[in-house]
């Protein structure tokens, strides 16, 4: 069963002391009940963890993960895993905006709708949501990949660099330097793997892919004013 916290009795400050204070490659269980959407919960792990959050949680939870498994059995609010560098988190309900903004690396898994920004600068981390993204995702990403089961909002893609994004449903418009790519048999192969890996069941010929123009690489002198 593990070890059981409940925020209702204890701090998050102390929540976090705990699970920081467990010993390098611990592999604890760690059940957190009444989150009530408090803000970073299970911030800045390092260890290869099991975080179980029964309830909504607030602004950057699980920021900064590294090697931990983190659930959220709930909502989250902005930031959720923002600047994440490896393990996994799972949000079993809706995200806030800019969720996994800046992530280097990992998986975030969002059976729900995400909201603005989501993914913004990635830098090597995957993102599967299972509904809708707002407007702006994956701004100025960087590198990783970003799949969209459901619709995409405006600016998709806005300024990206070499980040992939694979979309299902209708994208209300593309952002600056963002075109649609063709799907080779190697990127079914990915997103295969990327929908397996959330637990999703949609069949890959199903999405579009989208990525850079490489078009803003280089300075132009008519684009000077």
Do not use: W
Request: proline share 2%; charged share 15%; glycine share 12%.
């Amino acid at each position: 069963m593990g070890t059981v916290i409940d925020l209702s009795v204890t701090s998050v400050r102390s929540l976090n002391a705990d699970l920081h204070a467990l010993p390098a490659g611990a592999t604890d269980s760690i059940r957190v009940l009444r989150p009530d959407g408090r803000h970073s919960l299970a911030a800045g792990l390092d260890r290869p963890v099991t975080v179980e959050i029964d309830g909504h949680a607030g602004y950057y939870c699980a920021g900064m993960n590294q090697l931990a498994t983190v659930s959220v059995h709930g909502n989250v609010g902005v930031g959720v895993a923002e600047n994440m560098m490896s393990g996994r988190v799972h949000v079993h309900g809706d995200a806030s905006q800019s969720a996994g903004a800046t992530a280097h690396g990992g998986l975030l898994v969002i059976d729900g709708n995400a909201s603005a920004r989501c993914g913004i600068s990635m830098k090597g981390a995957d993102i599967v949501v299972g509904g809708d993204a707002g407007h702006m995702s994956a701004f100025m990403a960087q590198a990783g990949r970003l799949v969209i089961c459901g619709d995409a909002g405006d600016a998709l893609g806005d300024s990206i660099y070499e980040a992939r994004i694979y979309v299902r449903g209708s994208v209300a418009s593309l952002g600056a330097d963002c075109v649609q790519k063709e799907m080779s048999p190697s990127h079914l192969a990915e997103l295969s793997l990327l929908l397996a890996a959330a637990g999703r069941a949609e069949d890959p010929s199903e999405f579009r892919r989208y990525g850079s123009a490489r078009t803003l690489y280089h300075f132009h002198s008519d684009n000077a004013y």
